[in-house]
């Protein structure tokens, strides 16, 4: 009888351990055709949410409980933008009203991107999808997630934001055509019009932050940036303007990397082919530091983010 009794005590704490169990964090984001798809780092798919639209760019708010998704826009400037309750399931259009009453029927919208604390939803504005940059240009706008209600960036009207990265705390824009940091006042953080490359790379593109000091960026040797052979990856230290290639800062080789598509400290995700030799499965991929290759997701599958691993305490000190 007190075998059975310790049996069903042993019993019940397992079972209440079970259900206390925290469910696994996701590490990556991407959609198929009408679904997002939250994975983990071990590849697992931890949700699949199906919206009545397709997805072009996303965002997700740092708790998960939103996304925003941008209609699909390959050949213009921006697309609707909608904002996804994760408790409700209810799909929104956002802004609730144009940000610049001018271009109210043909303003489109880019790249958003959701504050450190959830609060505010940062994005691009175009006054029209279609047309040269003077025309389609518009400011960084930030939405009130609460009252869905956006206002323009005055700071920002003029400036050339396209590509423009929110920092980790959500304070700063780096802004790689205009050579600086600016916060959202508009001042200047960081400016790095001093920078210079290294030969014999001829151009440089930003890809993400590391910390709110640094930036990882790729560079090419070839004047045509779509030639992807003679890609190399740095990290830019903002304040001394000096640079590390990536191996030595992040631990990832220019060959892991190679296809990168999204990248959060410390880990990268990368778009991966069938190699000549048929030596490489082809998919979506997330990259750690210690070289570990994890399949996530399809060839598929487009619109991929990679999500901050809870390792702040190992960013390099330089960039904090």
């Given amino acids: 009888m007190n075998n059975q009794i310790a ?8 079972g209440t ?3 206390q169990t925290s469910p696994p964090v996701p590490l ?3 959609s198929l055709g009408n679904s997002v798809v939250l994975v983990s780092k071990s590849g697992r798919v931890i949700r699949t949410i199906r919206l009545p639209i397709k997805v072009g ?3 997700f708010s740092s708790n998960f409980k939103e996304f925003a998704v941008v209609s699909p826009h390959p050949d213009t400037a921006g697309g609707r933008m909608y904002l996804y309750s994760v408790a409700s399931k209810q799909l929104q259009r956002i802004p609730l009203r144009a940000v610049v009453p001018e271009s109210a029927r043909l303003e489109v919208y880019s790249e958003p991107q959701f504050s450190a604390d959830g609060r505010e939803l940062f994005f691009n504005t175009h006054p029209q999808a279609e ?3 003077a025309e389609t240009n518009g400011p960084i706008a930030e939405l ?3 009252s869905l209600r956006a206002r323009a960036i005055a700071s920002t009207i003029g400036l050339l934001t396209d590509g423009f990265l929110l920092s980790p705390n959500g304070r700063d824009f780096l802004l790689w055509d205009e050579g600086k940091v600016i916060d959202t006042h508009g001042a200047t953080i960081f400016d790095f019009h001093d920078f210079q490359l290294e030969k014999p790379f001829k151009w440089a593109l930003d890809v993400a932050w590391i910390g709110n000091s640094c930036v990882l960026y790729q560079a090419g040797k070839s004047q045509d940036s779509r030639f992807k052979g003679d890609l190399s990856y740095f990290v830019l230290n903002l304040r001394t303007l000096k640079s590390d290639n990536a191996i030595k800062v992040l631990g990832i080789t220019n060959e892991e990397l190679e296809g990168l598509v999204s990248y959060e400290f410390p880990d990268a995700v990368i778009q991966s082919t069938v190699a000549s030799g048929g030596d490489r499965e082809s998919g979506i991929f997330l990259i750690s530091k210690n070289g570990k290759r994890q399949k996530v997701a399809p060839k598929s599958a487009t619109n991929i983010q990679a999500f901050a691993d809870d390792l702040k305490g190992d960013l390099p000190t330089e960039c904090r």
């Fill in 7 to 14: 049996a069903l005590t042993l019993a019940l704490a397992v």
């Fill in 17 to 19: 351990a079970s259900c």
């Fill in 28 to 30: 990556a984001g991407f």
């Fill in 57 to 59: 760019e996303l965002s």
């Fill in 131 to 133: 047309g040269d940059l």
């Fill in 144 to 146: 009130d997630l609460k």
